[in-house]
């Protein structure tokens, strides 16, 4: 087979897979270029239910479901919400077993996979990017694309050397590390448990059903200076809150890893070039509270998909039409929600988190107060300013 592709990706988690499959439909040739498809990717696996829309084969593996979460603040006041009895649940999922099946949705629809590749440089004629470089253990390959699409996540080397973007600063992460554990657990299988920290940083505990569940926790901006990973890691597990939900000392890790990801919102000035586009975390599409990325950068694959379809139709591929994919409604929707996610980020850490604490205090014991609270978590809503003085007030 030879070498040329109308798109060439590099980097097949959920965004390079998404764009892939969506193209490949369309009848392009697309070359998805992966590291390796045995790499577990370091992640909760919490995905909301909204995934369902855009990989409906998920539901075929019979995932996890989840119907409800438990938010404790830093000092452990806890809310809870049930979405119990709705149609909708959200579900947890193994990476592995999560990125095989979207890929594979890609590979059906007519992507070229390209396993084993690790993506290292750009092919450049007349400074203008024509192809991705990759190395192998057969030597170096060449995949040139009319259109390139950069997906492959925090580690990117391209999205540096493409000069969308500049290297990331340690303040503009997360760094969380996890693991799938297998034992006992002492907590509702279809409950998520989130534990904010009194520093910039939380935790989690993700059921996955069959005894085994995702725990992790992280730091994120400069919170990540003034605390080691390991430490944090170590000590979440001896914490007697968490204790309790891990009764016996039965557990053995099947897997853990550490990793970065993006917090401070989508990287809107190095979204795209003349016949270039950055997707998934690479761009930042991960939610500043949360961490939830896996959806984000879903959406921001086919966005970018969707101006890459009409860039080949129209056979015109420079910045100007490419602009589109910022210009998605759907990415222009994420990038504004991102942004109030970041001042809400700074006011819940407030005061060693005293804020965040006290708006579970004052759901607890008032509805109306409990409805914006879970809106502002669950349903991205955004609270009044007189909402943010009340709780500042009870300081
Ligand atoms: C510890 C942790 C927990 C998280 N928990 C959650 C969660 O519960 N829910 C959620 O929604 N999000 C979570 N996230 C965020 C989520 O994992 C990411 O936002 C999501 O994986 C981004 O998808 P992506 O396709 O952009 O990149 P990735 O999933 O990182 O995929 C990039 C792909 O590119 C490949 N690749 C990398 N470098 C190269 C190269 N040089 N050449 C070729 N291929 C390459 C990789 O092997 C990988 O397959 C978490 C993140 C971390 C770090």
Not at 18 to 37: H, M, P, S, Y
């Amino acid at each position: 087979m030879n070498n040329m592709f109308d798109i060439v990706i590099s980097g097949a988690g959920p965004a390079g897979s998404k764009c892939a499959e969506l193209l490949a439909n369309k009848g392009f040739k697309v070359a998805l270029i992966e590291r390796d498809t045995n790499w577990r990717k370091p992640c909760g696996g919490g995905v909301s239910a909204r995934i369902l829309k855009y990989f409906p084969q998920l539901k075929k593996a019979n995932p996890h479901k989840i119907d409800s979460i438990l938010m404790y603040s830093g000092d452990y006041n806890k809310l809870k919400y049930t979405w119990k009895g709705s149609r909708e649940y959200s579900i947890n999922m193994d990476r592995l077993e999560f990125d095989n099946i979207v890929r594979n949705v890609a590979i059906d629809a007519g992507t070229y996979l390209f396993d084993n590749n690790l993506s290292y440089e750009f092919i450049w004629k007349n400074r203008q990017s024509i192809g991705i470089k990759t190395k192998t253990s057969s030597g170096t390959k060449e995949y040139f694309g009319k259109i390139l699409i950069i997906a492959d996540g925090m580690s990117s080397k391209l999205a540096t050397k493409s000069g969308l973007r500049k290297k990331w600063k340690i303040e503009e992460l997360g760094i969380a590390k996890c693991a799938i554990i297998e034992g006992d657990l002492s907590l509702e299988h279809k409950c998520i448990h989130v534990f904010f920290r009194p520093y910039k940083g939380y935790g989690w505990i993700f059921p996955l059903g069959n005894n085994r569940f995702n725990i992790g926790c992280g730091t994120f901006e400069e919170d990540n200076l003034n605390y080691n990973l390991n430490t944090i890691y170590n000590e979440f597990f001896k914490d007697p809150y968490i204790k309790e939900l891990l009764p016996t000392r039965d557990y053995k890790a099947i897997w853990s890893a550490s990793y970065p990801l993006p917090v401070l919102g989508v990287k809107k000035k190095s979204l795209y070039n003349d016949n270039i586009m950055l997707i998934g975390d690479t761009a930042g599409f991960t939610s500043p509270i949360s961490g939830e990325g896996i959806h984000p950068g879903v959406v921001s694959g086919q966005a970018a998909a969707e101006a890459a379809i009409y860039a080949l139709e129209e056979d015109k591929i420079s910045k100007e039409v490419l602009k589109q994919y910022k210009l998605n409604s759907n990415v222009r929707k994420i990038i504004k929600n991102f942004k109030l996610k970041r001042s809400m980020v700074e006011f819940f850490y407030e005061n060693s988190g005293r804020n965040l604490s006290n708006m579970f205090k004052l759901a607890n014991q008032n509805d109306e107060y409990r409805e914006i609270v879970v809106n502002m978590f669950l349903f991205n809503s955004v609270p009044s300013k007189e909402f943010f003085s009340e709780i500042r007030k009870l300081n």
